[in-house]
Every structure is written in C-alpha cells, then in structure tokens.
T-cell receptor
C-alpha cells in the first residue's frame, strides 16, 4: 500500500530562520511527488511536482528536492506569510490519477 | 477563471438526513476529484471522474456515499443517510493534467449532529 509520512507534525520558526520539512514515502513505482500549501479554511494550493530522484524545483523561498525514499521542502529565510500547512502527496505509476497525501506539517513563522 | 466552486461552504445537518455537496470544476478540465479531509486521516481521495465517467471509487467509504457527474461543469457528492462520523471538510478538485497537480475548491465543512 502506498504511504506518505510527513515530519515534523508542527514547526515553529522565527522570521529568517531557515529549515526543512520531510516527506518519506513508499510507493509501488513513483510517477510523481507533489507539494501543496494549505491555508486555514482554504483548499490546498499546488506548489511543485517532482518526477525523479535528484530533481529540484524552486519557488521564491521554497525549494523541493527528491530522493528515492523521501522529499524535502527547504524554506530559506521564511516570512510570516509562509505560515501554512504543507502537504506532500505521491502518485503511483499504477495508481492512475490517484494522489495519496500525508497529514501535513503545520508551519508557523513568527515575526 | 473563478476556480473550482463548491457549495455550500458550510452544512450542519442531523444524523439520518440526506446531504448533497456540489462542485463546479474549472472550465476545460476533464478530471474531477472528490476528497475528504479530517484531522485524524488527512486528505483521502473518495472518487474521481475523467470526462464525466467515474474511474476509481475505491475510496468511497460505504454505500451511503454516491457521486455523479451529469455533465462537464457539474458534480455532486451525496450522503444518505448521514452519520456523525461523516463530519469532515469535503474538497472538490479539477485538472486537465493530473501529473501537473490539481486545483482545489474552498471546501464544504460538513457537521452531522
């Protein structure tokens, strides 16, 4: 069964304090790994898709990386507006269009 | 584009009542997904459609749940009869290329008392 585990469950940072979120996964052949951001009371917002080990993608202060067993979302010099829940999901080669999500990391960035 | 539109945003109902959640996907998107989000289990895929045809409904918890997509611009998720354990936030999402990520609606917060 495809599984996604995210850590930590919650993370509190000071503005400017860089850190990383972890997403460990087991999947029967990875088609893609997805990162989403979710603000309170809203639906998840797509950030990145990674397809193969070694791939990296960046967007503003966020950089996502991928290995064969896990993905990291690096946050460089975060700002309070980066506070949100970050969700990781995997799509298996045999899973058609199904995404299996982790339970997320709640990030709070204090000024 | 207005994005994926869901209604209602909030629904409070009594146990045993029928509940219907509605979704209008982004125009031109041929994939539509229904997800349920709870604190304990996170986001779970219930069912998805491609070109209005249900492709995978293995996530639908029980026969009490049913989903339809009568045309490309409208889908419903129905729960009959509803139970307190159905309380959750239900999201609809759509995309034209699932490998590039899906666009989610604002969700419907369902409370069954």
């Amino acid at each position: 069964e495809d599984q996604v585990t995210q850590s930590p469950e919650a993370l509190r940072l000071q503005e400017g304090e860089s850190s990383s979120l972890n997403c460990s996964y087991t999947v029967s052949g990875l088609r893609g790994l997805f990162w989403y951001r979710q603000d309170p009371g809203k639906g998840p917002e797509f950030l990145f898709t990674l397809y193969s080990a070694g791939e990296e993608k960046e967007k503003e202060r966020l950089k996502a990386t991928l290995t064969k067993k896990e993905s990291f979302l690096h946050i460089t010099a975060p700002k309070p507006e980066d506070s949100a829940t970050y969700l990781c999901a995997v799509q298996a080669v045999t899973g058609f269009q199904k995404l299996v999500f982790g339970t997320g990391t709640r990030l709070l960035v204090s000024p | 584009d207005a994005g994926v539109i869901q209604s209602p945003r909030h629904e409070v109902t009594e146990m045993g009542q029928e509940v219907t959640l509605r979704c209008k996907p982004i125009s031109g998107h041929d994939y539509l997904f229904w997800y349920r989000q709870t604190m304990m289990r996170g986001l779970e895929l219930l069912i998805y459609f491609n070109n209005n045809v249900p492709i995978d409904d293995s996530g639908m918890p029980e026969d009490r749940f049913s989903a339809k997509m009568p045309n490309a611009s409208f889908s419903t998720l129905k729960i009959q009869p509803s139970e307190p354990r159905d309380s959750a936030v239900y999201f609809c999402a759509s995309t034209s290329d699932a490998a590039r990520g899906a666009f989610f609606g604002q969700g419907t917060r369902l409370t069954v008392v």
